[in-house]
Structures are given as C-alpha cells and as structure tokens.
C-alpha cells in the first residue's frame, strides 16, 4: 500500500522507467481503451493525441464519474485506469484489477470552491457554504471522485448537515458542476482547482481555496489494468503520462504534477 507524504497530496510514487522508452510508431494499429475522470478531459486528451502521433497506437477513451469508470474495470473494459482520487486506485489494488507495480501518482486533485462571477451568495469561506438559502451543485457522493471529498469536507468541518439542506442537485460528473455556476441556477460549487483554466470557466467563476487544514486533497493515479490483452502498449501509455515529457502538459491545464 501507498504511503501518503503529509501536505503533498500526493503518494509516494513506485520507481518507473523512462517516459519514451519505445520507437517511433512502434505500436502502429495497436488499440488501447483508457478510462479516465472526466474532469481530466482537458490534459488527456492532449496527452493521448501526443502519444498516437508519436507511437501509431489508436487509443479509445471513456470518461466518467470515477465510480462510474471503476465499473468499466470491474467489467474488463479498459486497459488503463485513471481515476479522479487515488480511493478508487486502492479498491482496484485490494481486488487485484490493477497490477499493484504499474500504479504511478500523476498529479496533486486540489479541491477548490467555485462561485459565479460576481459571487452573488457572498461566499467567502467553506462554512458560508452552510448559511440558509445558499444554492448548492454538488458532486454525488456515489459518482465523480469530487463528490466522495466534498461530502469529506463538509463532515469534517462539521457543516454536513446545513450542505445538504441547501444542495439543490447532485451530479453525476464533475464537468457537470461548471453548468450549473456559469448558469447561475447555483451559488457555489466545489470542484478542482485546474477546471478554473478551462475556456468554459474564463471570466464566469471566481475559485476560493479551502484552508489546507481543512481540505482533502488528492492524488491522481494511473494504473495498468489486469485484464488487458495489450499489457506492452497500457505500460507505455501508463508511463508516458507519469513522465516526464508529460508534466509540460499536466502543469498547462492547471495541475501540480508528483514528483518523479
């Protein structure tokens, strides 16, 4: 089991080897399924154009809750696994759908408060989130990797109670949580602090940070599945976007890649 290092955010990471360690079109015709958060769409997308142009491979992927996603490995239907909140990396461990050794951290998931343009709730501190009449858009619980940590949060700060009262819906993804602030049908969400970079949210959110002491923040891991039948291409893949020449990409869309 992974060791988490205080104040990082991330854990401690399993050795790995080069970051492009195959030739030029080495994998050509080669297919790959990745199942990935769906609040990493922005910087895997690029990554996953970036390796196809570079090795030849045709890499298929499937966005998701990280709930939902862990239900695509459960059902062998994704190569590599890259969820939203290194949980959902360690049920896989435990039950063996994962090779425990191909596991590599990718990046700090730092969750954030979101509020519209002109924060017009006047929210400026996690327990503001628990005042009447507030309107709320939360991750559910039982779906995307910010849902499970919000509702950590608020039970932490002791405001779980008053949250729930003023949630108004609760979304199967987090993607989903920006149409709701940038509609103004909700007065605040919590999301990661990267989607802040994300054309959709330019000039329509303000993020407040949620004290450290306070917070829950998370690692993004990936992690080879036990049932691919193209074990030499889903560690490529899994080790390309753990490298080096991936943190340029990783860093562009807002997140604070581990350290190798």
Not at 148 to 172: D, F, Y
Not at 215 to 221: A, F, G, M, Y
Request: glycine share 8%.
């Amino acid at each position: 089991m992974a060791m988490v290092m205080a104040g990082s955010g991330c854990t401690e990471k399993m050795s790995h080897g080069p970051a492009s360690n195959y030739s030029e079109n080495e994998f050509e015709g080669q297919k790959l399924t990745v199942c990935a958060g769906a609040g990493l769409i922005k910087p895997m997308n690029e990554l996953i154009g970036n390796f196809e142009n570079e090795t030849g491979a045709d890499i298929e992927v499937r966005y998701g809750g990280s709930a939902e996603i862990f239900g695509f490995l459960t059902s062998k239907e994704c190569d590599v696994f890259i969820p939203g909140d290194y949980h959902y990396t360690e049920q896989a461990m435990e039950r063996n759908y994962v090779f425990n050794d191909s596991v590599e951290n990718l990046t700090r998931h730092i969750p954030v408060i979101a509020v519209p343009a002109g924060n017009p709730a006047n929210i400026s501190k996690l327990e503001d989130l628990a005042k009447p009449g507030v309107k709320l858009a939360l991750g559910d619980p039982n779906g995307p990797a910010i849902g499970r940590v919000s509702e950590k949060i608020c039970t932490q700060a002791g405001i779980l109670p008053e949250v729930q009262n003023n949630t108004i819906v609760k979304t199967a993804t987090v993607n989903q949580l920006l149409i709701y602030l940038t509609s103004g049908d909700a007065d605040a969400a919590i999301i990661w602090e990267d989607m802040a970079n994300w054309s959709e949210a330019s000039g329509k959110l303000k993020v407040i940070s949620i004290p450290e002491k306070q917070n829950k923040i998370q690692t993004i891991p990936t992690a080879v599945s036990t049932y691919t039948e193209d074990p030499e291409l889903a560690e490529a893949f899994n080790t390309y976007i753990a490298g080096d020449e991936a943190k340029a990409t990783w860093e562009k869309w807002g997140f604070e890649p581990c350290s190798s």
